[in-house]
């Protein structure tokens, strides 16, 4: 049986002027995520991963900000595409284990929708996927309410 960990980080400014997308819904917010998607960086966090525990390229190399196909494209689909390389190479997602850094707005409310929306992507059980909403203590840019970040961590089996 060969298991495979992956470790995934992902930060983006906030602005005016966007809505504000993380784990695949929209949170009611002043300001969202600047990036050529839609700026989820839990999903990103979360595809880079995925992405790493396979040995496979990172999101920036497997959809490029260069890409007009995937500008302001939601993250959901990207997850999808990455949901499916892991199927197709064999892998099953054993759980995920995921930190969401933002000062504001709070998200404890917003992480049952997420893991709703992430495991039925993923087609793990709701009870494989952790979010954990922080603050950065008011320190540094997310500290600033400037950014919101996020880490992720996987373990991914490989099938027979």
Not at 5 to 12: E, P, S
Not at 114 to 141: A, F, H, V, W, Y
Request: some cysteine; aromatic content about 4%.
């Amino acid at each position: 049986m060969k298991i495979k960990v992956g470790i995934g980080y992902d930060i983006h400014q906030l602005v005016e002027g966007r809505p504000l997308y993380l784990g695949g819904i929209e949170i009611p917010f002043s300001k969202g995520l600047r990036g050529h998607s839609d700026g989820d960086c839990l999903i990103h966090a979360l595809m880079d991963a995925l992405l790493g525990a396979m040995g496979e390229k990172n999101i920036g190399q497997l959809f490029p900000d260069t890409d007009p196909q995937t500008k302001g494209v939601r993250s959901t689909r990207l997850l999808e595409t990455v949901a499916f390389k892991i199927k197709e190479n064999n892998y099953k997602i054993q759980n995920v284990d995921s930190l969401l850094i933002a000062q504001e707005p709070r998200l404890d409310e917003h992480c049952f929708r997420m893991k709703e929306t992430l495991s039925s992507i993923l087609q793990i059980e709701p009870g494989d996927l952790s979010i954990k909403p922080r603050t950065n203590e008011g320190l540094g840019e997310i500290g600033r309410g400037a950014a919101i970040a996020a880490w992720a961590a996987v373990l991914i089996q490989l099938k027979g």
